[in-house]
T-cell receptor
Framework: AQSVTQLDSHVSVSEGTPVLLRCNYS??????LFWYVQHPNKGLQLLLK??????LVKGINGFEAEFKKSETSFHLTKPSAHMSDAAEYFC???????????????FGQGTRLTINP | GAGVSQSPRYKVTKRGQDVALRCDPI?????LYWYRQALGQGPEFLTY????????KSGLPNDRFSAERPEGSISTLTIQRTEQRDSAMYRC????????????FGSGTQLSVL
């Protein structure tokens, strides 16, 4: 079974400094990997996805993630944090089982990002 | 509507009561998913529909949980004889299907069983 591990439950950075949210995955196949963001009282929003094309994936709001097969990692980064980035972030792998186009997402436990002014 | 709509936003019920949670997906979306998110955890897959057909219900925890999507649009997740351990955020998501991988999530229904 595929799984993801988010290495930090909480990350706190100052506004304007870099953000690093760490994620390691376990998969027997070439996985599809995603980062989702969850703002308070809102639905989950897709930040970016990796599907075996370029290993460096650019997403919305200045976020990007790099797929490193040798390290089984898919860390999320942003050069300069903004107050509006404060949210819960989930690393996600898509289960290999496909039934007529279905995809079963396997979520990590989440990392809460706090931005200090 | 513009996004996935779930109702009610909050549901408080007494143990032993039945509850029905509603999901209205984005118009034209073929695929519909239900996920459950416990406090401090990531969402966990419950069940999946392709049009009106329930293709996968492997994530439903027990037979008190059921879901339907009779006309291939709105879906209802029903929990019978609720227990305190059922308290969680229940999230619905939809997608275009046919291998399209972008899921759009609703804001969820927060269920509290007293």
């Amino acid at each position: 079974a595929q799984s993801v591990t988010q290495l930090d439950s909480h990350v706190s950075v100052s506004e304007g400094t870099p953000v690093l949210l760490r994620c390691n995955y376990s998969s027997s196949y070439s996985p599809s990997l995603f980062w989702y963001v969850q703002h308070p009282n809102k639905g989950l929003q897709l930040l970016l996805k990796y599907t075996s094309a370029a290993t460096l994936v650019k997403g919305i709001n200045g976020f990007e993630a790099e797929f490193k097969k040798s390290e089984t990692s898919f860390h999320l980064t942003k050069p300069s944090a903004h107050m509006s980035d404060a949210a819960e972030y989930f690393c996600v792998v898509s289960d290999i089982v496909r039934i007529q186009g279905a995809q079963k997402l396997v979520f990590g436990q989440g990392t809460r990002l706090t931005i200090n002014p | 509507g513009a996004g996935v709509s779930q109702s009610p936003r909050y549901k408080v019920t007494k143990r032993g009561q039945d509850v029905a949670l509603r999901c209205d997906p984005i118009s034209g979306h073929v695929s519909l998913y239900w996920y459950r998110q416990a406090l401090g955890q990531g969402p966990e897959f419950l069940t999946y529909f392709n049009y009106e057909a329930q293709q996968d219900k492997s994530g439903l925890p027990n037979d008190r949980f059921s879901a339907e999507r009779p006309e291939g649009s709105i879906s209802t997740l029903t929990i019978q004889r609720t227990e305190q351990r059922d308290s969680a955020m229940y999230r619905c998501a939809s997608s275009l299907g046919q291998g399209n991988e972008k899921l759009f999530f609703g804001s969820g229904t927060q269920l509290s069983v007293l």
